[in-house]
DNA sequence: TGCCATACTGAGAACCGTTCTCAACACATC
DNA sequence: GATGTGTTGAGAACGGTTCTCAGTATGGCA
C-alpha cells in the first residue's frame, strides 16, 4: 500500500464519513460530520464517527485542528499544506496560503536545536460578514 | 483602571495563582497550576483555580494555549507577543520568537476582507533532548 | 465598632467532547 | 456451513472544564 491509499476496509459508514468530510469546506467538527453522515446512514453511531475520523488522520488523509477556545476539533480532508483563518465572531474557519519566509524554519532550527520543524500558522480576526453586521458606523 | 490593573480583588487565593503562573516558564495546564498552587494554599479548590485563570486570560494578563492533539488549555503569563515550539515528544512547550515578514498580515487582509488580523504560530519538532535519546545511532 | 451588601470560595454536581467496552454482526476463507 | 477477523452501535466511562450553591471574607458606611 502507498501512503495515498488506506488499509481500511472501506465499509459503507466510512465511505460516508469521508464523502462528507471531501464534500465539507468549513472543518466541520465531528458532531458536524455524524450530523451529516447521518442524513445518508441514520443508523450509525457517533463512536463509529470519531474512530473512523480517527483512522483517516492516522492515515493521512485528513487534519484535524484544534483552534484556540474552541473545545471541538474540526476536521480538513485538505491534507495540502496550508493555513488558516478564522473569524473571531462567528468562527468560521476559512483556508489560506501565507507560507513563512524562506528560510524561518531552518533559522528556528538552528537557533533552538529542534530537529524535523512544521509549523501550524493561524490567523484570527474579523470576517467581512461580521464587519459589516458590527460597526457599519463609527461606534 | 487601565489595561494593565485588573478589576478584582486581590484575594490569597489569586495573589497564589498569579504567583505560580509568573514563576512558570513551562506553560503550565490548569491541573498544574492547581498543583503548585496547592503548595502554598493547601487549601484551594479547582473551581477557584480556574475561574481565576480565565478571570487572568479575560484581563489581558495571561495568555491560554490550546496546543494540537493535547486536550488541556495551558497558560502563559507572558503576554509579549510571541510564538511557541512544541517538542512532539514530550510535549515541551517552548517560547521563541519567529516574527512573520513585514507585510504578510496586511497582505492577508487586503486578500481575504478579514479586519484586525492577528496569529497564532506554533512550530512543531524534536526537542534536542528527544532527539538525542531517540536516535543515537541510524535506525 | 457593628451591619449590610457584595464579592469570593470550595465541594461537588453537571456538562461536553471523546474514548472505551462489549455483544452483535458482516465478510472473506475454507 | 463453520471459523476467524474486523466492524458496528449503544451506552458507559473518562478527563477537562464550568456551574451551583451554601458558607465565608471583605469593604463601605453608620
Ligand atoms: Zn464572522
Ligand atoms: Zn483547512
Ligand atoms: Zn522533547
Ligand atoms: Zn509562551
Redesign the pocket.
Known sequence: MTAETVD??L????RAVLDVLRAATDHP???EVFDRVRRV?P?????????????LVAAGQAL?L?LDGQ????FDANTERHDHLLCQSCGAAADIHAPLADGLLADVAARTGYAGLSYDLVFHGLCPACRASQAPSAP
Chains 1, 2 share one sequence.
Open positions: 481500511l476496509r465499509t459503507p459508514q466510512r467538527t465531528a458532531a446512514q443508523g450509525i453511531g457517533s463512536a463509529t464517527v470519531y474512530r473512523t475520523l480517527g483512522r484535524e484544534t473545545p471541538a476539533a474540526r
